[in-house]
């Protein structure tokens, strides 16, 4: 490789990895996730202010080069971050998740996609495939903030906090759901709307629900076989392997990649040896992760703001935690306090992150409309934490309160 | 990123991993190393026969970006390798390997780059810097193979073991400084090409000795630090981060960047939680590391092959052989069989092809000379173990056998 690259690469990765890993670090000191302080460093390495990483540099640069390989080692970032998501969702557990779950789920995408679609095709006239890669970033909540709240305060097992988690689950199966859509149409074709999605949506359903059953008949054998061959730490790089084959697979099929790492998750998360591929690929992703969230940080120019974003951030934000607040309301049947439900779905993070940055990589937002985004994550997941503890401070605690829960992002 | 060149890396990085690992248990089973069955995998993989991965390919296509981000990955293995070789290298040990080992590894060295040098420069008459290469090529003595037949004829504590793995250290350093020595003329400069070289041998030297002194004073503090910080699984990120740090510095100051990875790696032999580390960075690794192999195959171009290379191959494997055997004979004093001491030191490995790789992607060396110098390190490795168990079967046995020698290869 060439020396110059090397060292642009090598010292580029090195700034990201270890500014990512100190902006993380001081974001949980003062109770934030450290995705946001991630994203924060991306922003100020940005063209923001150092302008030591430039999305915009001119191809066949030496920097241009670099750029892309920074880019895929974020990507891999996502793939083994959703593998994560997948290892930790229970598939049995979700399909007990209960009524009150679904419907909090199903209401809390329903209606932040529709409200912001129809902001952004109505009053905005933006085109229909903006429109929609707007609405679903609101979609997803990130649990893990809520989680960890509810933890500090022993929380973790009321029925709030139940609901909150089983509806987060089928959030992000949703919300996974959509992404394909946006994939599958920003790639072209669709002379019929209508007909395009539905297809996709089949297909995502029938990728998810395949994966599992063909991995779950098969993965115990081709493990046993890798044990065989002796292939040594299987762990790390059986699963690093079968998550990237899984994403490649949902990707060839017009599915977004992380779809495939998600169910490859799902797959290892029925291993008896579960466990043991989650406290290895752990320290992988640790590495990888940060840097996409970094990048993600780095597309949004502060030059860029000016009042109108500040009006889109504002609508948006209101729109974004009105829709998941009703949505706590739709906890029909439950004893619980429905507001605080809602307001434990509120915060988005990285399932919206990563679909703002699919809007803008593959060109289908603006530079603008992408930094109104990650303005309004930004903002969901600082406000929830507060709002939460005053909701939730009274009545019955944890009895065995869990150790503290690790906060995947 | 963009879709097209994500699924062009993705599919193309995930066969070479699966194809590697296949390719390394293959040759495992007929018990030669695994990275010449990954070197085969890279050679099939290339313009060879299938033509997936081409080093020829035309700048700003989406096959060049991912070309250059798998090299990368690649260069990320080759720094672990050698971190995991620092991490494996006892500094103390290395001070007492004692007088035959020492006179071993010098002659070892000596010999066969002044043997291979001279063939290159006055037979062949090659320039300076590509007949250096070459010499250099069949420096270091890759010791995975020699220790592991040894362990398989429980003769790991033989005299000659002893003899042959200190020797091995020590050539893996002289190996790195003369590696530098070649970074440095390759960079240009060089009116004065003894002042030049002199320097950077101080150069190495100083780096290797001042990383050792800084590292083993700061390394523990910063380490406590880390672990204050709460940055989980410190094991894996921080050798990571230190590993790049080390390679960057030294690739700074002008040195070759596994100069850097090799002293982190001994930095981290001095901390108590050495196993650690050793443990947590090798699945990482294995990972990152076979993909440097297969691109190191996918560089031969069998359709180079001619009756020249052919004749160049069949000397330099000469060379290389008689530099190592007449080498066996200088372990003065020590009452082993010499004759095996110098055949144990003959395989070269990793190394030599890290060597031979920087030489054509610097375009120091032809696509020719590097065919001819990988298939030398092949044969090399391939000629070793039945000579060894040949000249070693009878005599003492170990009394505790250690349990079988991983192969860093």
Redesign the interface.
Known sequence: ???A???D???K??VI??AA?AGG?LF?RIKQPAVLGELIVGILLGPSLFGLIDPNIA??TIAF?SF??I??IG?IGVILLLFQVGLESNIYQLLKAGVASTLVAVVGVVLPVSLGFAFFKYVYHAPTLVSILVGATLAATSVGITMRVLSEINKVSSEEGKIILGAAVIDDILGLIILSVI?GLA?GASANLGFTIGKIVLFTLIFLIGTLVIGIKFTPVIYKYAHK?????T???SS??FA??A??LA??IGLA?IVGAFAAGLVFERLEEKEHFER?I???A??FVPVFFVMAGVYLDLHSANLNMLYVVGVLTVLAIIGKILAGWAAIGAKANKLAIGVGMIPRGEVGLIFAAFGI??AIITNATYSALVVVIMITTLVTPPLLVKLMSGGKKDKHPKKKI?NIM
């Open positions: 490789m060439e020396a690259l090397l060292q690469v090598l010292f990765l090195l990895i270890i890993k670090w949980e191809h066949g080069t892309e390989i880019t895929f990507e994939a790639a061959m002796k292939i040594k730490r762990f790390v790089v690093f392997i990237m084959v994403s490649l990707h060839l990649t290895r752990k320290p992988v640790d590495i990589t593959n690790d």
